[in-house]
């Protein structure tokens, strides 16, 4: 029997109308539809993607515990890993969602590691959260040769400091709970008036805020930062 094809799909950073063309059509015909679903719960992606299911897809959700412990992440993928490798062993095609783009810090990227080598795979680009967040603000990201720095917020105080220190333009992702020390150092570096607190960018939620109008320690974990040293944000 021929093998199933897995697609890594990307479905951008929200906006349903933001998948693309190609992301769209793997969608609506799959017939095995899998995506992460947070502590058996909510899956981003399938959000993204949903109104786009064919009625008899057959959906896959892989339970990930969003716990720190790298161990329980990998059982997860390994288990998730074992559900679409029986799909593609008994011919089926799974398409698996990735919010944003799958190779720009997306989670696809685990289960393509477990599965590219036995089957055929082919990863489909998104519209990721970092040029979403660019075209919300209505601020270019970089140019010419300005160099643009992407810093997970997960880094070490000392780490962030000195990758902001030298910078033109930045992106912080994965924001969360890690305001605090970000405010810390953006102040001390005399960026602050140079951030903007990008929320859920293109989702019925957006918000948009600058740095110093953002009020308490946390924020979701679908915001981004955007650090554009070489002129005012506004
Ligand atoms: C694990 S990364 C995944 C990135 C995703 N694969 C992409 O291409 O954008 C998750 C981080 O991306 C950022 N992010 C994702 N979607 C976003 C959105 N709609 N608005 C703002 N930030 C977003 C947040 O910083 C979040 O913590």
């Known amino acids: 029997m021929t093998q199933g094809t897995l697609y890594g799909v990307g479905v951008g950073p929200g906006d349903p109308e933001l998948m693309t063309v190609k992301a769209w059509r793997l969608v609506s015909t799959a017939r095995v539809i899998a995506y992460l679903s947070a502590n058996g719960g909510e899956s981003t992606a399938r959000d993204?993607?949903?109104?786009?299911?064919?009625?008899?897809?057959?959906?896959?959700?892989?339970?990930?515990?969003?716990?720190?412990?790298?161990?329980?992440?990998?059982?997860?993928?390994?288990?998730?890993a074992a559900q679409i490798a029986a799909h593609l062993e008994a011919g089926r095609d799974v398409v698996m969602l990735c919010e944003g783009d799958p190779f720009f810090y997306g989670s696809?990227?685990?289960?393509?590691?477990?599965?590219?080598?036995?089957?055929?795979?082919?990863?489909?680009?998104?519209?990721?959260?970092?040029?979403?967040?660019?075209?919300?603000?209505g601020r270019p990201l970089a140019a010419r040769n300005e160099v643009l720095k992407v810093l997970p917020a997960t880094l070490a105080e000392d780490r962030l400091r000195e990758e902001l220190q030298a910078c033109e333009s930045a992106t912080i992702i994965k924001v969360g709970r890690h305001l605090p020390k970000l405010r810390n150092i953006l102040g001390l570096l005399d960026l602050t008036s140079k951030s903007v607190v990008i929320e859920k960018a293109t989702r019925d939620e957006e918000k948009i805020t600058p740095l110093a109008d953002v009020e308490g320690d946390v924020l979701p974990y679908f915001t981004t930062i955007l650090v554009y040293t070489g002129r005012e944000p506004w």
């Open 48 to 80: 993204i993607a949903r109104t786009f299911f064919p009625d008899d897809a057959t959906e896959l959700a892989i339970d990930m515990p969003m716990r720190i412990e790298r161990e329980h992440g990998e059982k997860a993928y390994d288990a998730g």
């Open 108 to 137: 696809f990227m685990y289960l393509f590691a477990r599965l590219a080598g036995k089957f055929e795979t082919v990863v489909v680009p998104g519209v990721s959260s970092i040029t979403a967040s660019a075209a919300a603000i």
